[in-house]
């Protein structure tokens, strides 16, 4: 399982997070290839309004037990069924 992590900007208007916001997000993907994928992960970003995606680590995951947060682990299952799982930090970068 290939785990990402890096920043995203909210472009929408509703919801939780404010529009022009930075967050820290987590991902998984199910395709350990990142290169193969990158479409496929700017779209799934911005279907739920994130844009300037920045990538600032990526590695390969071989087991959930590996991580220590319940949160994370059950975005790792869903990536499993569902190929791609995103987590995103209620708190912008700009107040962490």
């Not at 890096?6 to 529009?19: D, W």
């Not at 930075?22 to 395709?31: G, L, S, W």
């Not at 991580?67 to 995103?86: F, I, V």
Request: net charge negative; charged share 25%; with cysteine.
């Amino acid at each position: 399982m290939l785990i990402i992590s890096g920043t995203a900007e909210f472009v929408g208007t509703s919801g939780k997070f404010t529009k022009g916001d930075q967050h820290e997000f987590t991902m998984f993907c199910a395709d350990e290839n990142l290169d193969d994928q990158l479409k496929e992960i700017e779209m799934f970003f911005n279907d739920r309004d994130w844009d300037e995606i920045v990538i600032q680590e990526n590695g390969v995951i071989t087991d959930e037990t590996l991580l220590e947060n319940d949160t994370l682990k059950q975005a790792y299952q869903k990536a499993s069924t569902e190929k791609l799982s995103l987590i995103v930090q209620n708190t912008p970068v700009s107040n962490a």
